[in-house]
């Protein structure tokens, strides 16, 4: 698959709608066995593309509340299209800062105009109402490349 391969941002809420109801399980990206939110875009981004992204060094559970480099954003800047949180769509992809001072820890695909799918530590793969809290903790958003 090549950068100018168009991917509908529907197809990819179709995809990651696949996924919900999969365990979370920390640091798997295993439709149907498990997932945490790295997990969940790094399924949908093999799925989507046809191709693996990068494989994360392994971390722990609480690696966002230590440090000062945004590992997350970073990672996606390498594999998706930045875009400014404001123009996310359904189909694309956002990341939360969880707490001021504290690097961007947690991911999402936008599934609506007020949708989210995100795994979420101790539960599993759903779609959830993108509340203002949430809202409030976008840091960033990416589209996957080629999405229209």
Not at 17 to 40: F, M, N, S
Not at 87 to 103: K, Y
């Amino acid at each position: 698959m090549t950068e100018a391969t168009v991917i509908r941002r529907a197809d990819i809420v179709k995809v990651v709608r696949e996924w919900i109801g999969t365990p979370y399980h920390h640091q798997a990206a295993v439709k149907g066995a498990g997932c945490d939110c790295l997990g969940l875009i790094r399924g949908v981004y093999a799925s989507v593309t046809g191709k693996e992204p990068e494989t994360p060094p392994p971390y722990t559970p609480d690696w966002g509340e230590t440090g000062s480099v945004e590992l997350m954003i970073e990672a996606a800047s390498r594999h998706l299209v930045e875009l400014p949180a404001g123009d996310a769509q359904p189909g694309d992809v956002v990341i939360f800062r969880l707490a001021p001072g504290m690097i961007a820890k947690h991911a999402a695909i936008l599934s609506g105009d007020d949708r989210m799918i995100h795994a979420q530590l101790r539960d599993m793969v759903r779609e959830v109402s993108l509340s203002s809290w949430w809202r409030r903790r976008i840091v960033a958003a990416f589209a996957f490349p080629g999405a229209v």
